[in-house]
Every structure is written in C-alpha cells, then in structure tokens.
C-alpha cells in the first residue's frame, strides 16, 4: 500500500491559485484589448491620433513650418471613390487648419463605411490633434452621391523638432450593417 | 552503493487495450504521450518532405501553391503540439516520479484525461485536410486578417483543436506543479531536487501563464469570424496587429516551454558521462527561472517590422540581448561540467553535447534576429527558419532524443544495440546540418519563408538543403528500428546502465516497476543521489 502519511499537505488555497490562474491569464487576454487602446491613444503607438475637443491657444513658432502629406485608401472592395482634395499642404504647428477629402459613391446601393486613420512618423502621432473629423463617426454615402468630409486639426508645439514631415492617411472599411 | 529497493505491487496492469484507455498510472501515460509526440513526429516529417521535394528545384513541379501553404502551417501546428510538446509532458510523466521519490502523478485521472484529449485534438487538426477549401494555409502563427476574413471554413476545426490542446498542456501543467509540490519526498528540499523535475516544474508556470492568452486568441479569432465582433477586423474598430501582439504573447513563452526541459535532459547526461557532479547546480535553477521571466516581456521581437516606435524596438532589444546571459550561464555550466571530466561517448551523451554546440549556433542566430535593425533584413527569410530549426531540431528534439537513450534501459530494462545507436546519431547530425545550415545562406540572400518556388540563384542550396532533409527523414526509419529493437530483443540492462549516473531513478530496479516508491527514499539516499553537492 502507498504510505501517503510521510507527504506534504497541500493547502486550498494553492489549489485554488492553481486553478485560477489559468483562468485569470484567459481574461488577460481579453483585457490585453482595452489596454492596446488605452496604451495606443497616451504613447501613439500604431500611428493612434489624438483629438482635443475645443480650440486651444498654443506658442507659435512661425519660423518653424511641417510638411502635412494627406493618402487615401479603401479596403477590402470599398465601392466608393476617396481623395484628399490637396495632397500635401505647409503647417505651422500650434495653428488649427482645415482641409477635406472628398467621397463620391459610384454604386446604386447606400454605402456605410468607417475611415481609419493613422500618422506616420508614429512619434509625431501624439502631437497630432484633430477637432474635427470625418473619421469620428461611420459616414453614409446615397447611392452616386458626391461629399466633401472636412477636418481641423493642429499640430502642437510639443512635436520633435527633427520631424519635417508628417503622413497623415485615412483607410476606408465597409461596415455590414 | 547500490541500493536495489524491490517492491512488490499490490496490483498489475489490466490486460488488453482497455490498459491504455482506462489507465491512470504515470509510466503508462507517458509511454503513450511519448508514443503519440513520435507518431506526430513522423506525420510532420512527412510533411515536411514535402516541402523539401517542392523546393528541390525552382518552378511548381508536385503540389499547389496552397496545398504547400497548407503543409508549412500543418507541419508547424504538429510539431510544436503535436511532437515537441507532448514529447516533454511524456518525460515528465515517466520521470518526474521517479525523480522525486513519489509513487504516482498527483491527480491521475486528470492525467489520463489530459493525454486521450490529444488524440481527438490532432484528429480534429488533421481532418481539415479532407474538408472543403483544404487545411489552414496561414502558418503556424495564424496571423489576423488571413486568419479571419481570408480563412478556409475548415479554420473552426483549427480554433477548437486548439483549444483541445491548450485543455490538455494546462492539465498537465497543473499536475506537475501539484506532483513536485505535494509528492516529492518529504525529506527532499527544493534544492535537492534534479533539474529535470526544476526546468520542468518552471516550464508548468510557463504553461499555466502563456496557453490560456493563446486559447483566448483563438476564441477572439472565433467570435470575429462568426459572432460578428471586431476585434482583429479596422473595420469595426478592432487592429489586426493587435492579435500579434496577443500571439506573441503567448508565443515567447511557448519556445521556452519547448527548450526549458530540454535543459533539464541535458543537465542529467553530460554529468553523466563526464562522471563528475552538474557545475554550477544554483546557477542553472537561477538561469532557468530568469530566463522564464524574461521569455514573458519579449514578445514584441517578433514584430519589429510592424511599425513600432523606435524606443519600443530599442527596448524590446535590450530585453531580447538579456535573455543570452542566462542562457549563456548554462552553456558554461555544461562546458564547465566536462571540463577535466573522464568523459565517454556513448550515445546519449553524443547528442547531448551535439544539442550543445548546435544549440548554441541556433542561440547565436537569436541574437542576430533579435537585434532590430539587422532583423530588417532577416525577417521572414530563410534566415529564420534556420534559427528557429537550430534550436528547435537540434535543440528541443535532440534532448528528446538524448533522453530516450539515457533513459530507455530504466524504462524497458533493456539495452539498445549502441552500434546501431552511433551509427544512427552520426547520420542524423551530420544530415540536420546538410539540411539547415544552408539555409542561413538562402536567408541572407533574402529568400523569403512560406514560398512554394522562387528565383533560379537559390537554387543550389535548396537542393542541398533537401538532400539533406531527405537522409535526416530516413534517419527515423532507423531510429525506429533501434527502439523498438531494445523493446523486443535488448540484452537485460543494468539498474544503473550508466557508471556516472546519478538520481533516484537509478536506485531502481532495471526496469522500473508498474509502481515505484510506495515508500519514499531516505534522506541519506537523497543526499547520495542528488545532483547539488
């Protein structure tokens, strides 16, 4: 017979750490979601913008001046044309400015699509707020129906004063519903 | 001293199939662990051979480009599940035991449980392949949107074989936390303890802490492909590097899951055969544990083209190079450990110190890769396949290897035909390198993995590399032969076959029986056989 007298004791409270750390690291990984976007919006990391609600009085630099490219993309068969109206455009950080891209649905069907937007360099992602923009809420488009979808945003001061060149690009998504 | 302790056992095996259905008895379980890791083994080789007679010469000569992407996604899928890791989880079950002076595994029928879900999970795996639109065909590492929207339907099966198998690697991780904490021998103290039970008792963390994040992945991966959530899909505000990030998570861990015992094996044959005590013996139980620890804040290594800040990559880098300083101290340590040893070269111990060198060239390797800029030009060529080969190949399956012929007369009480034995290493170390060291040329050269064809100027050295790949597959056929050879013909083996072995398995009979320690060893025995002294 098994002398099981001259073992260890094992306590519940081990059993219970054994068993629930598994699960534990189970909900980790669904709370590693909300702590990718929280960690995305404060470093900018991934290209996330940022957005400030009201206009802000920022120190201007007039000397200092950012090249802002503007790229439109469409994803997965998105039925609707998308461009910048101007592709490229001066900045001065701390000034708000305001440009548009425009949408024109070809199809004879009501499109609804969500526009994604990420910056690159991804550092200067951070300093660069929008007030408005397109990108906020999912945008419906008529059927051949044409929209120009405006944007204000600033670049702040803040912004590494090795960086001349900022991309700022908008991928369009259908959304099913 | 030889201590030969014969027990006499209150009950034997059950006859017939039924034995292996119903059995809760460690060694059974983890023959049959071992016996299925060996016949994943081969369905993965076999797999793999066909990859190599594909990339024989340039152009589409036997297969499709998506069956090709269907076999490298089933080969990575079966050899890491279905080979490498259940092959260790049979190790423990056989030895961790007998290491510790404990009778059995502390929850049984939860090991019986945990090994008869692997088979219906790989059924389950394999099955994809008869199914409409083919297996999955986005590599092992099953990458968000490929994995999502782009997928074959036969993915659900994926999805839940994958969670079969994280049930199973969590169960068995869990028992072998409560094995060494709870059975071990009263009189053994944490340092007492062999290194085998040490790496693996770390390697459960591991399992315990990385399996559940991946199970959580495949369920994300499930929901977003059915339910209608987004989250690896922009469209409805989801990131698909995202579930790299989730992936890799998990996946850091995983590779030393399968290289942390595997440090254990090697830590029992080269003192071994070197006939002097382990070098450094706290050093290695330290090693290990850091390089646990740091296997969880890596991860991002994987991903340094994803377009991460540079202070995320310098980071990441950093973290990476520490990782070579604990793993460096045990290659010293094994180093150390011949140094000056009366050292033979019996089989085991000839894989072990091949698992040294060649480990430590995948290791080198590791490093190149990890450093961020260079791995601009490394990622996704050839360059990592022989890395993650280097380590995994020679690495994690040459300890397995190694401890098969350390410890199969303990397990059979018989001896294997050495001839055959050294004849089969010779062949298959000199052929492993034939069939990857090429392939660190292909990679800088820039051929990209996961490609069914490719430019005529990679053309020699994928034609050696499948050579080499053809004589490393029919070096198992060998392999086979010598195994099941000791099983049936060996000649009766001694109850310590080697003359500098230590360990409580040792003190055995020749063929450890059905039930071993019904009554926990001494102190005295303990001091005498541990491996810290």
Redesign the interface.
Known sequence: MVDTSVRKKITKTFWIKLILSPILMFAFAYAMVPIYDVFCEITGFNGTTGRINSEQVYAIDESRKIEVSFFAMTMGGFPVQFKPKVNSMEVIPGKFYTTSYIAKNNTDKVVIGQAVPSVAPTEAALYFKKLECFCFNKQVFEPHQKIEMTLRFVIEPELDKRIKDVSLSYNFFKIKS | MTTITAYTS?HSPEKGLMRWIKTTNHKDIGSLYLWFAFIMLLVGGAMAMVIRMELFQPGMQLINPQFFNQMTTMHGLIMVFGAIMPAFVGLGNWLIPMMIGA?DM?LPRMNNWSFWILPFAGGILLSTFFMEGGAPAFGWTFYAPLST?FAPDSTDFFIFAVHLLGFSS?MGA?NI??TV??????EMKLMDMPLFVWTWLITSFLL??????????V??MLTDRNFGTA?F?????G?P??FQ??FW?FGHPEVYIMILPAFGVISHVIPTFARKPLFGYSSMVYATASIAFLSYIVWAHHMFLT????A?ELYFMYATMLIAVPTGVKVFNWISTMWRGSMTFETPMLWAISFVFLFTIGGFSGVMVGIAPADIQYHDTYFVVAHFHYVLVTGALWSIIAATFYWLPKWTGKMYNETLAQVHFWWAVISVNVLFFPQHFLGLAGMPRRIPDYSLQFADFNMISSIGGFAFGTSFILFTYIVIDCIRNGKPADARPWEGAKGLEWTLEPKAQY?SF???PTRELIKQESQNS
């Open positions: 209150h009778p502390a929207t969590i869990i936390v409560a904490v709870n059975m071990r021998a009263l315990i802490g990385a399996m559940p994040v991946l199970a959580g992945a369920t994300m989250f899909d922009a469209a409805g505000g990131d590097v995202m990030h989730i998570f377009g991460m800040p540079v995320g039930h019904n009554k926990p």
